[in-house]
């Protein structure tokens, strides 16, 4: 079974970038600098921040659906992030060192099938999760925090 994961598209935060923190605080967004690295995955590159790298924390919504099964946490994404990382049949190297919860939705928003992938486990669970044909995407969250990481769509 192919899949993609796609990192979010810059253009959707690219007016947030450069903002005074009074502005971004108008929009409910805090710039932070990484302190560790792992610890700051940006959404849009899917890797994690540098050292000292500026990101922006803010508000997303990940499943934007009208079901029970609407979704939105925090994020972080780098300032000034131009590309979106994209990885066909293969997991970005941020998933390797974390535990992840992988849900599994249909066409319709509705959630259908969930797994738990410890660090390493997430190819072969996403896998397992595209064998049921009525999964049309999976979302991946940290476990712990709950927090999107990436949305993972059948090729």
Same mark, same amino acid.
């Given at each position: 079974?192919?899949?993609?994961?796609?990192?979010?598209a =810059?253009?959707?935060?690219?007016?947030?970038?450069? *903002?005074?923190?009074?502005?971004?605080?108008?929009?409910?967004?805090? @710039?932070?600098?990484? +302190?560790?690295? &792992?610890?700051? =995955?940006?959404?849009?590159?899917? $890797? +994690?921040?540098?050292?000292? $790298?500026?990101? #922006?924390? #803010?508000?997303?919504?990940?499943?934007?659906?009208? !079901? =029970?099964? @609407?979704? !939105?946490?925090?994020?972080?994404?780098?300032?000034?992030?131009?590309?979106?990382?994209?990885?066909? +049949?293969?997991? %970005? %190297?941020?998933?390797a060192?974390?535990? *992840?919860? *992988?849900? /599994?939705?249909?066409?319709?928003?509705?959630?259908? /099938?969930?797994?738990?992938?410890? %660090? /390493? $486990?997430? +190819? &072969?669970?996403?896998?397992?999760?595209?064998?049921? &044909?009525?999964?049309?995407?999976?979302?991946?969250h940290?476990?712990?925090? /709950?927090?999107?990481?990436?949305?993972?769509?059948?090729?």
């Amino acid at each position: 079974m192919s899949y993609r994961i796609e990192g979010l598209a =810059p253009t959707r935060f690219r007016g947030l970038f450069g *903002l005074s923190e009074g502005e971004l605080a108008k929009h409910h967004v805090i @710039r932070m600098k990484a +302190d560790s690295k &792992p610890g700051f =995955p940006c959404r849009i590159t899917l $890797e +994690d921040a540098e050292l000292g $790298e500026s990101l #922006l924390l #803010l508000n997303h919504v990940s499943a934007d659906v009208n !079901t =029970p099964y @609407r979704s !939105t946490h925090a994020i972080f994404v780098r300032e000034g992030a131009q590309t979106a990382a994209r990885f066909d +049949d293969e997991v %970005p %190297p941020m998933f390797a060192g974390r535990t *992840l919860g *992988l849900r /599994g939705f249909d066409s319709d928003g509705m959630l259908r /099938g969930a797994l738990l992938a410890m %660090p /390493g $486990e997430a +190819d &072969p669970k996403i896998r397992s999760l595209f064998e049921r &044909p009525e999964i049309a995407a999976i979302h991946a969250h940290n476990a712990a925090l /709950g927090c999107f990481v990436a949305k993972i769509e059948r090729l």
